[in-house]
């Protein structure tokens, strides 16, 4: 009987998942703040409520009486909006239940106009119906809770209604991309617009423009309408034309990533007389190379002073935290700070230069080691080495004054042998002429009795 209960109750479950995917589903509501200027008071900003719907059909009208569930909402910021795309629908822009921390949501009013862009100008050569214009516009700009994903709609309304359709959306799931010095770079975008929509049917237009410090460039222009790219090109940018006109794909890509482009694109997409666009921001990021000089290291001797270089080279961005090491033989390791360091200096390609200099005392490395240059970057942490070898140390090991123990005795073993062969060779030979001849020697001193 228990086992009949739990199939009775997963039944009731599938089956009110299946009412739900069959009415269409709504999705959870969006907290947001809305923003307008108020004559002679500058920006207002006050809370919305943003209830999202992937299909008109979903619109009850208990759902569009539903009251605000939030006190301080106000009736008329309560918004009802119709996204065919189900893009405001993604789970990473709906907090769990009960979760202080929400995604970023900011609507305003959107004013319809032409673009100010001449790779534009053709989606509104010939006029359109004004009365589709007269409407109610709203532009809502969404980032996710993770801060992986921007959208950007344009959604229109009934004049004085709550009830809007989304006609345009730009979406990158990519808002920031990190990359290594020359790889390829593929920036995402997508854009959906209204097929129901007039508008839509009038083509588009895409800009990718990038921004950093205050200054810009078009790094690429398309007109959707008459298949043309605009002059104002970066090299090595393209599109992906063909995934382009089929599913909105406006991705960008570059063929090799560089030094100096690090910084924010924007993607924006042209439909008459509307605008969405997100932004995205590239970091090109590439670790140092290292080098020591001089390398090899020369012998030193206990008190000598060494004047060693570590240059880190090719690196990008700032900053780098160069610093020394020295490793004994033993495997202690030893901090010996960061030397005295230069300045940074730009390279052709817009990387980044950085020595260190560093002035090594040997009187306390005993018999030597390793010298390490580490080099701390966000991209990667590096380490060059380079040996070092200390002769003559005043501190010598057991296994050391064994060694020159027995190296003393078998020299001394070797002077003692060669002394007494030099010893004895004279010795013999002058004794053969003195005492060689007895009988003569006899009767040399017989001659003299008294000597």
Known sequence: MANMATIYQLSLLVMSCC???GRGGSCPTLDCRFTWEKPGEGLKHESC???VRASAKSQSEEELAEPSSSSDVAPDRVYHVTDGSSTLCLPSLHPPRGSLIKPKCD?????????DVQWAASLTDSALSPAHLQADWLSAAIVSLDGGLALSTVSRAATATSQSNVVLSVLSKTVSVRTRL???VLIDCQFWMDPLSPLSASG???EWRYQFRGKGHVVLAY???????????QEGATLDFASLHATGNASLI???AKAHDSGTYICAVHLPYLLAQVAVELEVVEPPSLSISPSPLPLAVPGQVLSVQCSASGFVPLPLELSWEFRSVDGATKALGEGSLSGHRVAWDGTYTQSSWLELDTSALGRGGELVCVAHHEGRTRRSRVALEVIGFSTPTIEDSMAMVGVALVLYGVIKLAFWNIAERPMSRKGVRRYGNTSANQRFFSCFPNV
């Open 19 to 21: 009412i739900q995917a």
């Open 49 to 51: 409520l943003l209830h």
């Open 107 to 115: 609507l305003h009013h959107f004013p319809p106009q032409p673009a």
């Open 182 to 184: 020359g790889d390829a």
């Open 204 to 206: 588009f237009a895409v």
């Open 223 to 233: 007109d959707g309408k008459m298949d043309r790219l605009a002059d104002a090109q």
């Open 254 to 256: 570059l063929q090799e």
